[in-house]
Structure formats: C-alpha cells, structure tokens
C-alpha cells in the first residue's frame, strides 16, 4: 500500500482495490467511485475506537490522547508472562496521569522494556524479585551497538520502570552505568542572522512567521512549542504570561508576555479558530504540500488537525525559515550561511538574554535549576567575550564537580570584579589561604570555614597559583610530622585536615599545569 498525494482536498489514491482511496483527515478509506453511502459508513465503523480493555493484547491510544493519529501498543511480544503483566499495569499508571500530552512518549518506553524481557526470558527469570545485576548487564551488553544518549534514556526508562514496581534499584543500576554524553559545540543565531529572518518574515505565510516569532520568543524546546496549547495566554494581577508544559521537566513554565507577542499569539488563536474549528486544542498545526518551487506564499499548503511534527525534516516551520535563508540569501555576521535548526531558538533566545540581563535572567527564562546549566550547554562566552577577559579567567580553575572550566564554574559578579573574589590571605604565624572564592564578597562565609577554605565547595583552586599550594602542602606536611612528635593534638589535626582537603584537587591541578 502506498500514498499517493493529489493536489485537491484531503484525499489520498492508496491503490488499486476494493478500497483505493483514503481521507487524511479522519482517515477513513473508501471506494472513490461508490454511489451509496453505505461505502463510507461500513469503513468509519471498523475504524471506530474500542473500548479500553486491560486484558487486550493491544491498547488503542485514542482513548488516553485527543486529536492522536491512530496508533497501538501491542504486547503479544513482550514475555515473561509475568513481566508482560507488570509492563502493563506500569504503562496504565502512566496513561492514567496524563503526564504525557503525547502518545509517542509512551510508545518511546517501549523499546527498553520489550528489550529487557526478551533477556529475562532467556534467563528464566521467575519473578521481579529474581531480577540481578547480571540481567542489567546483559540489557546493557545489548545496547553497545546504540549511541551513548539512546543507552541512557533506555536504562532510566528501565530503572524507572523497576522502582514502581518496587524494586531496589541501587545495586541494580549504578551510576556508572551512565555514559558521558559529550554536548555538541554549542551554535545558535547571531544577532545579524536573527534581524534579517525577522525582515523577510512577511514574505513567507503569517502563520508560519507567527510560529518562528513564538518560538524564539519563548526560548521553549521544540517540542513543548508544537504542544503548545491553544489558551496559553494568561492574565495574573494585571499581568500577562505565556505558559506551556515542559515535557523534558514535567514542569509548566510562564514567560512574561510583552504586548507585541500577545498581538501575535492573539492571531495565531484567531488563525487556528478560524481553519481548524473550536474543538483543535493547539496553537499549531501541521501541514502538507510544502515544496520549494511554491516559496514563498506556499498557496497550495494545507494545514492538518495535528500538532506538528518535531523533526526538523518534517517541522513546517523549520524547513520553510531554511528555505527562507536560502532564497534570501541570509549570511551571518562572519559572512557564512547559518544552518537553522528548530532547536538553535532556544540557545539563539537565552544567549541575547544573557548578553542584556544577565546569567541569572537566563537561567530563569530557561527554568534551569542551576545556572552552570544555562552556561555550560546554551550561553557559553563568545569569543571576543574571552579575549577580553582579564585574570585570573585565563587561568583555570577547579570547580565543585572536579572539572576545570574557567568559565562555568564561576559567578557572573567576578566578570566585573575579579579582585573581590580572591583569597591571598597570609595571615601570621600560619592561617593562609590562596586561590578564589565563588561566594558574594560582600557578606560573610555563611558555613563560617574560613579558614578551612580549601575543603569548601566554593573554593576555586588556580592553576597560577600552584607553587604557593606546594610550598604551603610542604609546609604542613612538616607541621604534621612536628605536632605527632611533641603531642599537639589540635595542631596535628589541623595540618592534617589541611593535608586531606588538598589532596583532593591538587593532584589534578598539577597535571593540569604541567599539561
């Protein structure tokens, strides 16, 4: 079977048969030369939903998802019995919470937990209770051939899968079982390139530039914008808010609403009302027949009731503003083509507001926990950025998690004040302290350790100042061996607390100066 796309309406010619033709919309099949209605009704039935039924094989997930493409899950595959029942019942739970607005997050579960049955099976595994770290292992030794990020996401579905059965899972799934997942080099659009899309953005359909304008406005993953919900405008004390589910967090997110942006998500909603009816609950659509012969008023695309798709291969949006940089011939501040991706919005977006307000406001526009996040994997400095600064940045330092990154392991107040921050204290007859602290200058140590700074999480130890941390490191080593001869309790446990915390970080440090 095969589709076949005609340029009128919705229909589609899927062959030669009893029936050879299909609606996209309600995906109905039909004889297209029958008279009678009877054509029509006999399909529409047999494509009627069944009523949700535990005990099937398959689950029909139009009974859990509005407006979702007609899509199954079949267990007949999964075994152990046993195990099939347990997958199940956990899947149930999920559909039940409606913590996925999608159905392909549930369908995505799938794969690890079929995967780790077919090894219990031939482990003859009896029972939950029964399963060891060798069954791990062995679900681990069958994921070598994928991609490290694709190995992580199929442990924690797993893991996840096995606490709510109520398993404990800590001698089961060890953190090293993680895998690094290197980060890409971070891209997004420069200034330059993001003035010039929006200045050929009238050229293009309005509901397609009102998807980009969206989309970059709110810094929202790809995802989260093509679920993003028809009302998602809010008003709160005067104040209004965009506000959309966050599927990677399973958090709602609210970004202020400037007036500008409420105008144009107030006719995106009269757009979708307008073409998709009352009952469509997104605030995009999908779309067909879009070809780059048709840029850029694209007359023959037609929008479907459905989110759109998040590949970038198939997002409306996306492949029209690539085609938009092609024929307008869009370079960047280096003179270069950028490559448009859907997701550069969201590193294009917190970087300029990085740049305006800082650190902190991206953090928050891009609901980070922590700011390294926001600096490590969306607003990392820019080159000139680098250039410019002064030291100690151009020295490295160690930061909380052992890694020396000059940059994300400090706070933004040392970009303007570096001195405020440094440590150099030789204090008579043996309190000294060198390096750098990560705490606000202007208030007092809050845990109160100066000064056992060098066991503090906010210290910075610099590669620069490495020969006075050998110096003091032999100097207390002296100390110690002093005070175990004469009996100076207290003064042997200093030197030998000092010893301890240095002996965390100086080691690498060396290394790290010494190349």
Same mark, same amino acid.
Not at 339 to 367: C, M, N, W
């Given at each position: 079977?095969?589709?076949?796309?005609?340029?009128?309406?919705?229909?589609?010619?899927?062959?030669?048969?009893?029936?050879?033709?299909? @609606?996209?919309? @309600?995906?109905?099949?039909?004889?297209?030369?029958?008279?009678?209605?009877?054509?029509?009704?006999?399909?529409?039935?047999?494509?009627?939903?069944?009523?949700?039924?535990? +005990?099937? %094989?398959?689950?029909?997930?139009?009974?859990?998802?509005?407006?979702?493409? =007609?899509?199954?899950?079949?267990?007949? %595959?999964?075994?152990?019995?046993?195990?099939?029942?347990?997958?199940?019942?956990?899947?149930?739970?999920?559909?039940?919470?409606?913590?996925? #607005?999608?159905?392909?997050?549930?369908?995505?579960?799938?794969?690890?937990?079929?995967?780790?049955?077919?090894?219990?099976?031939?482990?003859?595994?009896?029972?939950?209770?029964?399963?060891?770290?060798?069954?791990?292992?062995?679900?681990?030794?069958? $994921?070598?051939?994928?991609?490290?990020?694709?190995?992580?996401?199929?442990?924690?579905?797993?893991?996840?899968?096995?606490?709510?059965?109520?398993?404990?899972?800590?001698?089961?799934?060890?953190?090293?079982?993680?895998?690094?997942?290197? #980060?890409?080099?971070?891209?997004?659009?420069?200034?330059?390139?993001?003035?010039?899309?929006?200045?050929?953005?009238?050229?293009?359909? +309005?509901?397609? !530039?009102?998807?980009?304008?969206? =989309?970059?406005?709110? !810094?929202?993953?790809?995802? %989260?914008?093509?679920?993003?919900?028809?009302?998602?405008?809010?008003?709160?004390?005067?104040?209004?808010?965009?506000?959309?589910?966050?599927?990677?967090?399973?958090?709602?997110?609210?970004?202020?609403?400037?007036?500008?942006?409420?105008?144009?998500?107030?006719?995106?909603?009269?757009?979708?009302?307008?073409?998709?009816?009352?009952?469509?609950?997104?605030?995009? @659509?999908?779309?067909?027949?879009?070809?780059?012969?048709?840029?850029?008023?694209?007359?023959?695309?037609?929008?479907?009731?459905?989110?759109?798709?998040?590949?970038?291969?198939?997002?409306?949006?996306?492949?029209?503003?690539?085609?938009?940089?092609?024929?307008?011939?869009?370079?960047?501040?280096?003179?270069?083509?950028?490559?448009?991706?859907?997701?550069?919005?969201?590193?294009?977006?917190?970087?300029?507001?990085?740049?305006?307000?800082?650190?902190?406001?991206? =953090?928050?526009?891009?609901?980070?926990?922590?700011?390294?996040?926001?600096?490590?994997?969306?607003?990392?400095?820019?080159?000139?950025?680098?250039?410019?600064?002064?030291?100690?940045?151009?020295?490295?330092?160690?930061?909380?998690?052992?890694?020396?990154?000059?940059?994300? #392991?400090?706070?933004?107040?040392?970009?303007?004040?570096?001195?405020?921050?440094?440590? %150099?204290?030789?204090?008579?007859?043996?309190?000294?302290?060198?390096?750098?602290?990560?705490?606000?200058?202007?208030?007092? $140590?809050?845990?109160?350790?100066?000064?056992?700074?060098?066991? $503090?999480?906010?210290?910075?130890?610099?590669?620069?100042?490495?020969?006075?941390?050998?110096?003091?490191?032999?100097?207390?080593?002296?100390?110690?061996?002093? !005070?175990?001869?004469?009996?100076?309790?207290?003064?042997?446990?200093?030197?030998?607390?000092?010893?301890?915390?240095?002996?965390?970080?100086?080691?690498?440090?060396?290394?790290?100066?010494?190349?």
């Amino acid at each position: 079977m095969y589709y076949t796309i005609k340029l009128r309406s919705s229909l589609y010619n899927i062959g030669r048969g009893s029936s050879d033709s299909k @609606c996209y919309f @309600c995906r109905i099949t039909f004889k297209s030369d029958a008279i009678g209605s009877q054509s029509w009704i006999a399909k529409s039935i047999k494509n009627d939903i069944l009523p949700f039924d535990f +005990d099937r %094989d398959s689950w029909d997930l139009k009974n859990f998802f509005e407006n979702s493409c =007609q899509r199954n899950i079949y267990f007949k %595959d999964i075994f152990p019995e046993w195990y099939c029942l347990g997958v199940k019942k956990y899947l149930y739970h999920l559909l039940k919470l409606k913590i996925y #607005s999608s159905s392909t997050c549930i369908l995505k579960k799938l794969p690890a937990l079929r995967q780790f049955g077919e090894i219990l099976k031939r482990d003859k595994v009896e029972d939950f209770y029964s399963i060891t770290r060798k069954s791990i292992l062995r679900f681990l030794d069958n $994921c070598k051939a994928n991609k490290n990020i694709t190995i992580n996401r199929k442990l924690s579905d797993l893991k996840y899968f096995l606490e709510w059965m109520g398993l404990e899972t800590s001698n089961l799934v060890l953190n090293r079982d993680f895998l690094k997942v290197n #980060s890409d080099e971070i891209a997004w659009l420069d200034e330059v390139t993001r003035t010039r899309i929006k200045q050929h953005l009238p050229k293009i359909p +309005d509901f397609i !530039a009102r998807h980009y304008l969206i =989309q970059e406005y709110t !810094a929202a993953r790809v995802r %989260d914008v093509c679920q993003m919900p028809f009302d998602c405008l809010v008003e709160e004390d005067s104040k209004w808010y965009i506000m959309f589910f966050q599927q990677k967090t399973k958090r709602w997110q609210r970004i202020p609403a400037t007036r500008e942006i409420r105008r144009i998500v107030e006719e995106q909603q009269q757009w979708i009302r307008q073409t998709l009816g009352l009952e469509y609950s997104y605030l995009f @659509c999908h779309f067909r027949i879009i070809k780059a012969i048709s840029y850029p008023k694209f007359f023959n695309i037609k929008p479907l009731p459905s989110p759109p798709e998040v590949d970038g291969v198939k997002n409306p949006m996306t492949r029209i503003i690539r085609m938009l940089i092609e024929n307008e011939n869009i370079l960047d501040a280096n003179g270069q083509k950028p490559y448009f991706t859907g997701k550069i919005t969201r590193p294009s977006r917190l970087q300029e507001i990085r740049v305006k307000h800082g650190i902190k406001a991206a =953090q928050l526009y891009a609901d980070h926990k922590r700011s390294r996040t926001t600096f490590q994997h969306y607003t990392p400095p820019t080159l000139e950025e680098v250039a410019s600064v002064d030291l100690p940045f151009q020295e490295l330092l160690l930061n909380p998690d052992n890694k020396f990154l000059a940059w994300q #392991s400090l706070p933004e107040s040392l970009l303007k004040n570096p001195q405020a921050h440094e440590l %150099d204290l030789e204090i008579a007859p043996r309190l000294v302290v060198y390096g750098h602290c990560a705490l606000d200058p202007k208030t007092p $140590c809050p845990v109160n350790l100066f000064p056992k700074c060098y066991g $503090c999480s906010s210290f910075r130890p610099s590669t620069g100042k490495l020969p006075l941390y050998e110096r003091q490191y032999q100097g207390e080593q002296q100390r110690l061996a002093e !005070a175990e001869k004469v009996g100076a309790e207290l003064a042997f446990d200093e030197a030998k607390a000092t010893i301890e915390a240095m002996d965390k970080w100086l080691p690498d440090l060396r290394k790290l100066a010494n190349g």
